[in-house]
């Protein structure tokens, strides 16, 4: 294993649930744009439309595409990033769970609402990663993260965005959204240029603003999961709800359908 990233942010990452990595994906921007165009001119089943009424703009979201968008796989199977996912979790294994495209058009009011992504899938684990990556210079529009809250004792009810409705019917087992603004959580917020990376636990409370510049900004995002990183059940349809899938709870995640990438066969 080379060293990709640097013992201060294996630190920062495992103690702070989230780490800038500036440049991570710079080699792939070209490509990941033209992925994005490809998969904003045919979208996905997932795909959604998440403006409602009373918003302005677009806000396009889609995932699990890159068995279709040749570029997206590129991306998942680069060896840079698939190294970098290894150190971070401080795992022998990085294993492909999926991607998801975020697209806000200019004069986007609709924000990403604060959420974390653990309460949406069927894995736990302590080795999770997501990395949030613009393909274009962000500033107000960047990712927000909560430090710490990887480490919460309760998850995040996870919600709708666009109904804004529970996403399960049991919601006792979670605590209700924070406001980290209003409650002066310590959120990390970083200016970005194209490329760079946020690496993110899946229980690290995130959002971001709506995009009200006058530029496009677009961004690729990509969840892997290390060794400890089991299957379990949730109280309805999981998102994504990979159907037919047909694991039991306690297994890894199946490699013909979640690829491994790191280490390469």
Request: glycine share 6%; net charge negative.
């Amino acid at each position: 294993m080379t060293e990709t990233i640097t013992p201060q942010q294996i630190q920062d990452f495992q103690n702070d649930g989230v780490v800038l990595l500036p440049g991570l994906f710079k080699h792939l921007v070209s490509s990941l744009q033209a992925g994005v165009a490809e998969n904003l001119a045919n979208p996905g089943p997932y795909a959604a439309e998440n403006v409602g009424k009373g918003d302005t703009g677009r806000f396009f979201d889609d995932y699990c595409n890159w068995q279709r968008i040749a570029e997206f796989e590129s991306a998942a199977q680069d060896p840079v990033v698939g190294e970098a996912a290894a150190q971070l979790m401080q795992s022998n294994t990085v294993q492909l769970f999926h991607d998801h495209v975020l697209v806000k058009f200019p004069g986007t009011s609709k924000p990403t609402p604060w959420h974390q992504d653990s309460p949406y899938y069927f894995v736990e684990g302590e080795q999770t990663i997501s990395f949030w990556v613009p393909l274009d210079p962000v500033s107000t529009a960047t990712l927000r993260c909560v430090v710490g809250s990887h480490r919460w004792q309760k998850p995040v009810l996870p919600t709708r965005w666009l109904a804004e409705d529970d996403f399960y019917a049991d919601a006792t087992a979670y605590q209700p959204v924070p406001d980290p603004d209003n409650e002066k959580m310590e959120i990390a917020e970083w200016a970005m240029q194209p490329g760079d990376a946020v690496a993110f636990h899946f229980r690290t409370l995130h959002g971001a603003k709506g995009n009200e510049s006058t530029e496009l900004r677009r961004a690729f995002s990509l969840r892997v999961v290390g060794a400890d990183a089991r299957y379990v059940e949730r109280t309805g349809k999981t998102s994504p709800p990979f159907p037919g899938h047909n694991m039991k709870p306690g297994e890894r995640l199946r490699e013909d359908w979640f690829p491994m990438v790191y280490p390469k066969a």
